[in-house]
Nanobody, 118 residues
Framework: QVQLVESGGGLVQAGGSLRLSCAAS?????MGWYRQAPGQQRELVARLTYGSSTDYADAVKGRFTISRDNARNTVNLQMNSLKPEDTAVYYC???????????????WGQGTQVTVSS
């Protein structure tokens, strides 16, 4: 099973920056970041596959960058030019293939709060 540990959330003024990190303990097919604002459903923020393909939500394109640090086995999300609407709980996600069940399973971090004030 994959274990995920997140860090880097906090409170920041609009226009500021934060960097989220997610450390994975096992092999993954892909990793990404999701977020969930109060009263809203969880949504994809950014995703990175093993082949280095990336996928970003339209709302964060040009401001957020997802990257991988192979030496530390971590995935990072650099968030620049933050806006109040970016306020949410951010969750690290990983997909891993399980041979026993012959399917991909999703794993989630505990979530980290990001609050952007105006």
């Amino acid at each position: 099973q994959v274990q995920l540990v997140e860090s880097g959330g906090g409170l920041v003024q609009a226009g500021g920056s934060l960097r989220l990190s997610c450390a994975a303990s096992g092999s993954t097919f892909s990793m990404g970041w999701y977020r969930q604002a109060p009263g809203q459903q969880r949504e994809l923020v950014a995703r990175l596959t093993y082949g280095s393909s990336t996928d970003y939500a339209d709302a964060v394109k040009g401001r957020f960058t997802i990257s991988r640090d192979n030496a530390r086995n971590t995935v990072n999300l650099q968030m620049n030019s933050l806006k109040p609407e970016d306020t949410a709980v951010y969750y690290c996600n990983a997909r891993a293939f399980t041979l026993r069940t012959a399917r991909y399973d999703d794993y989630w971090g505990q979530g980290t709060q990001v609050t952007v004030s105006s």
